[in-house]
């Protein structure tokens, strides 16, 4: 079943969508995604062909997680994220393990975006949460990404214990996609309590890398915004990061 799926996908490919995928997901020397290679498969396509497979046999979707195809890793989280969903809880247990072993072909944004919260986050909705931390200090991008995503599933529910303390822990991450996924989980947050997200910030703004905030407080008025970009604390006294004179 493998060959014929790769084949399929082979099929699927478009050479002039894969040369913007390439740029768009920075696949040149130096950057995050350096090396993945595309086949220009839209994402709606890939769960079009994942539906053609009800139940792929463990081997053919670990083959395709292994791949070099970059659709071919998203096909198979694809399948992976059905199974844990069908799936009972010895069978979650063993996609969640199975998903933890293999992050480092889940090594791209959209495929950890994709894939944690439904995963990682579902997975340890009734568990203790420590795993989560472990990812977080990870020195793999793609696993402090995961952590922090992760947490969607618990937002969802209204729990932000956890988002809010993987923040703190990636507060001083070097890498813009931590940023912008610290940031965005944050937002969410405030979407569903305000209070909660303006507490955490007050003693932490002066300190959050400016793309992290900017992504946090992006659902607020406008004046409130420009308070938190120049670093105004309560009092209205301005305070710039270190980061901020660069």
């Known amino acids: 079943m493998t060959a014929e799926i790769l084949e399929k996908l082979q099929d699927l490919q478009n050479q002039e969508k894969a040369k913007i995928l390439r740029r768009f997901f920075k696949t040149g020397p130096g950057q995050y995604g350096e090396g993945d290679i595309f086949l220009g498969i839209p994402v709606p396509v890939l769960r079009k062909l994942a539906g053609q ?93 995961m952590a922090i995503v992760a947490t969607f599933h618990f937002i969802k529910n209204r729990e932000f214990q956890d988002t809010l303390h993987i923040s703190d822990l990636l507060l001083r991450d070097r890498e813009d996609l931590i940023h912008k996924a610290v940031g965005w989980m944050l937002r969410e947050v405030g979407k569903r309590d305000t209070e909660k997200l303006e507490d955490f910030l007050k003693t932490r703004c002066q300190i959050m890398p400016r793309t992290m905030l900017r992504y946090a407080i992006e659902k607020f008025p406008q004046e409130k915004r420009q308070k938190y970009l120049k670093r105004s604390n309560l009092t209205g006294k301005t305070s710039l990061s270190p980061a901020d004179s660069l």
């Open 53 to 145: 497979y009800r139940n792929p046999p463990p081997d053919t979707v670990l083959a395709l997680l292994r791949h070099s195809f970059h659709e071919a890793r998203l096909l198979a989280l694809l399948f992976l994220i059905r199974a844990f969903r069908d799936g009972d809880s010895e069978a979650k247990t063993v996609i969640f393990n199975t998903y933890l072993d293999h992050t480092r072909f889940i090594n791209n944004w959209d495929l950890v975006d994709l894939s944690a919260p439904h995963i990682v986050g579902a997975c340890l909705a009734d568990k203790k949460r420590t795993v989560l931390s472990e990812l977080a200090t990870s020195s793999l991008l793609w696993e402090r990404r």
